[in-house]
């Protein structure tokens, strides 16, 4: 079904695009002029359209603020040479928005939606993709729950907004990451899988102590036993170790991440061994003595593929070789840009024209 929307716009009457510096963006600082917004009221999705971005006034009591019914996701579109205007698997995005959505006991979105939706808040703010090597248009979809009222249940009201904004590379060195085996960001059975708001709320103070220690990110681990890996603060958690792409099977407490999927992808065509399966706290250790782990890195839309230099464990810390060495990621992360510019063509279908 690919119903058009009847999207009512907004133009802002003074664009800030030219007092926007280009060379210094920090990530989720910038906004582009325009956002997308649609409400949930009578059981359907209506009064889709595109104004201004800016603020927008709610009561206090909206269950968003008191009981976390709110979640996102979270998506970039890029420029290619020519002009054309491309999302990177935008579908999945989609997906996986949805399974956020059941997991908080909110309203699905018609996909139509949340893919019209953003294409008309990026075709409205096309000049703001920048189009330098490592930038990018970062995509914010998100929704959250409007019924001010504090009683614990469901909202019968909620708002899915989408903003946009420039963006440049999100680390901008190696990192030193440390394997955390006291705090959880996940358990089996909770929302781990959902890019629900509370997950990043609760990972911030177990964060904040790693980064007080010197470290720029957490490995999580599994909440029962603390032995085996989850995630690397909010990107997937990928290794090569032996030869073969090994990354945790995404289960109830791990975020199905796009890029992970297509990293996957890659490495099979590649003809590498790729396995989905529980990974050790262990054996990553053990590689990283030995010599066996090649590769390690953290795999997101916001992070794309950052390289581990070091990984702490129990006090000692394990160095791994220079990411300029590392054959495979620095593939992976070519083939991706490449596909995501349009320097090389996409055979897989994983751009959407907007
Ligand atoms: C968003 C996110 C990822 C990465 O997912 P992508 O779809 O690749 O952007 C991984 N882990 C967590 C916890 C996340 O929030």
């Known amino acids: ?44 999705w209506k009064n889709f359209r595109v104004v201004p971005y800016g603020e927008i006034g709610f009561s206090p009591a909206i ?78 979809p998100f929704m959250f729950a409007t019924d001010p009222f504090l009683g614990v249940q469901p909202s019968s009201t909620y708002k899915f907004i989408v903003l946009t904004g420039p963006v440049g590379p999100y680390f901008s060195k190696t990192l030193r990451v440390k394997i ?9 059975g909770g929302m781990g899988f959902a890019k629900a708001a ?5 990972s911030l103070m177990p964060a904040k102590k790693a980064v007080d220690e010197g470290f720029d990110q957490l ?18 958690a990928m290794f090569v170790l032996d030869g073969k792409l090994i990354t945790p099977t995404a289960g109830d407490s791990i975020l199905k991440g796009v890029t992970r999927d297509s990293v996957m992808c890659l490495a099979r065509e590649w003809g590498m061994t790729v396995e989905e399966r529980p990974v050790s706290v262990a054996e990553i250790i053990e590689g990283a003595k030995n010599g066996k782990l090649t590769d390690a890195f953290g795999a997101g839309t916001a992070a794309t593929i950052a390289p581990v230099g070091s990984i702490s464990y129990d006090g000692e810390e394990y160095f791994l070789s220079d990411p300029k060495d590392r054959e ?17 063509p996409d055979t897989r279908g994983w751009t959407y024209v907007v």
């Open 1 to 44: 079904m690919t119903e058009t929307l009847d999207i009512q716009i907004t133009k802002t009457t003074h664009s800030r695009l030219a007092e926007t510096d280009f060379d210094n963006l920090p990530f989720g600082k910038t906004f582009s002029d325009h956002m997308f917004v649609a409400d949930y009221a009578d059981g359907e």
């Open 63 to 140: 269950s968003a603020l008191h009981y976390g019914q709110a979640f996102f996701e979270g998506l970039k579109a890029y420029k290619h040479a020519d002009g054309k205007v491309v999302i990177f698997r935008p579908d999945k995005n989609a997906e996986r928005f949805n399974k956020s959505g059941e997991r908080l006991c909110m309203p699905a979105l018609p996909e139509e939606i949340f893919l019209q939706g953003i294409a008309a808040v990026v075709d409205i703010d096309r000049d703001w993709i920048p189009t330098r090597a490592n930038h990018s248009l970062y995509i914010r």
């Open 180 to 188: 955390e085996s006291h705090y959880t960001r996940a358990a089996e």
């Open 198 to 202: 509370g997950n990043y709320g609760s």
């Open 219 to 236: 490995i999580w681990t599994d909440a029962k036993s603390h032995e085996y890996i989850e995630e690397m603060g909010a990107a997937n």
């Open 328 to 344: 495979f990621s620095q593939k992976v992360l070519k083939t991706l840009d490449a596909i995501k510019n349009g320097t090389e």
